[in-house]
């Protein structure tokens, strides 16, 4: 079969130039890539076409805009190396989008596409970066630097995407972001229109009673937050280091935040949209402590999984001891939390909620009598502890609308001592496995309720 070129395609953004840097590839010239497999991509910038703007830009906050290319059909790729500009041409953005623009070709498998699907035309993939700090910048690679949210979506035409949230730690995150974080593997087998959003747990994780702080957070109460934690520092003994400066602004930014009422600008062959709050919210069972801190006089809750407390200095560690206290929460506790949250997210959004179950076996069990072990079991053996947790789950989906992601089945039926070693962190295959799950579901929240997300031209 002849090759056949592959054009950029129709980008349009009303009010803006779109100007791209040289292309950088992910594959070799001769390689094999399947259909949405993303093989090559760009820095991107909207640039005004007038210096009068009613209101601030789109993408204002967000310093990482690409764009990245997929063939909508499997094939041998052959790049044109004359698109890659090379030197700091391949990070600068100085040429202008041109739909016809030529940057490879792809000889498709025998009999792997409809005419109609138009395979010269690639598919684009947008990723928006949103940094913690202006000074995070990094010029290489996918979604470089430091981010306190990143996101992409297809830019196609037609069907308003549906948006999925990931708020979670490792298990949650690595399923989404995929292994260059930058969401590829999601978006290589959904076929759907579809949003990707991830929000790390740097430095806060995002157990329930944060999420829900930060639902009905007011700025008042914020400013009260910020003001207390200065008074700390002004009148400690212990003066804050530089690492204590960088992770209290950390702390800061992500509670003036609230990525659950976020809403979305994004671009596409259709031009500029606005997109409403994310339609599904994706957390884990597994960052939920079972003592949680709470601030003394403000009330309000802190949550830094052990990682990455090694980042505070000695001042925030001496602010965490004097201004909080540790509270425990029993599986009821987490259960109404859940509950509650469930309920405020579909009152002030609309979303639902998924969330991922946790292992309760590690394969490597060998307790032949619990007799030496305190009641209540699950205050001493994590594994107990996972199964009243699960159970727990199932409790809270009997009375609300909850989407579980059975990771414990998962991992049992393909063997979680191989694939779910340390109950968190997952293999290749469990993340397909887990995919494969969670595309279900938002195909399944598509089809009964569509269009799932609201765009405001």
Not at 99 to 113: K, Q
Not at 279 to 299: M, N, Q, W
Not at 393 to 414: G, N, T, W
């Amino acid at each position: 079969m002849s090759a056949i070129e592959l054009h950029l395609g129709p980008l349009r953004a009303e009010g803006y130039n779109i100007l791209r840097s040289g292309v950088r590839w992910l594959c070799e010239s001769g390689q094999y890539c399947g259909p949405n497999q993303v093989f090559a991509y760009c820095n991107i910038i909207l640039e005004p076409t007038t210096s009068r703007l009613s209101g601030p830009p789109p993408f204002a906050d967000e310093l990482e805009l690409q764009i990245a290319f997929a063939s909508r059909v499997g094939g041998t790729i052959t790049t044109d190396s004359s698109t890659a500009r090379g030197g700091y041409l391949s990070v600068r953005t100085v040429d202008a989008w041109n739909a016809e623009t030529v940057i490879a070709s792809i000889t498709p498998d025998p009999g792997a596409y409809d005419r109609a699907m138009n395979p010269s035309r690639l598919r684009l993939l947008a990723l928006a970066g949103r940094r913690m700090t202006a000074l995070a910048d990094t010029h290489s690679g996918l979604l470089p630097g430091w981010h306190g949210r990143t996101r992409g979506w297809w830019c196609d035409e037609g069907e308003t995407p549906v948006t999925l949230l990931s708020l979670g730690v490792c298990d949650a995150t690595g399923l989404i972001l995929g292994e260059q974080c930058a969401f590829l593997e999601m978006f290589e087998t959904t076929q759907m229109a579809a949003q990707m959003v991830s929000v790390p747990d740097h430095p806060l994780a995002p157990a329930t009673p944060l999420l829900l702080d930060q639902l009905q957070r007011t700025p008042q109460q914020f400013d009260a937050i910020a003001g207390d934690l200065r008074s700390f520092f002004s009148r400690s003994a212990t003066a804050p280091t530089p690492d204590d400066l960088m992770f209290a602004g950390t702390i800061l930014s992500v509670m003036q935040r609230n990525p659950i009422r976020d809403s979305y600008s994004i671009f596409s062959a259709n031009g500029l949209a606005r997109l409403g709050p994310a339609d599904a919210v994706l957390l884990s069972l597994a960052v939920e402590p079972s003592t949680i801190l709470r601030h003394r006089k403000l009330g309000y809750h802190i949550h830094i999984m052990r990682h990455h407390q090694v980042a505070a200095g000695p001042a925030v560690r001496a602010w965490l001891a004097e201004s909080f206290e540790p509270v425990r929460r029993s599986v009821n506790d987490i259960k109404q939390d859940y509950i509650t949250l469930i309920d405020k997210i579909a009152r002030t959004t609309g979303g639902r909620v998924i969330i991922l179950n946790r292992m309760s076996t590690s394969g490597y069990e060998d307790v032949s009598s619990y007799l030496a072990f305190d009641a209540p079991l699950s205050d001493t053996l994590s594994l107990v502890a996972a199964k009243e947790w699960n159970l727990m789950l199932e409790d809270v989906a009997d009375e609300r609308e909850l989407h579980i992601v059975d990771v414990d089945a998962i991992a049992a039926d393909i063997g979680g001592a191989e694939h779910l070693p340390d109950g968190i962190h997952q293999s290749g295959l469990m993340q397909t496995l887990l995919r494969q799950e969670v595309r279900g579901i938002l195909s399944d929240l598509r089809r009964a309720d569509a269009p799932l997300a609201a765009a405001v031209r």
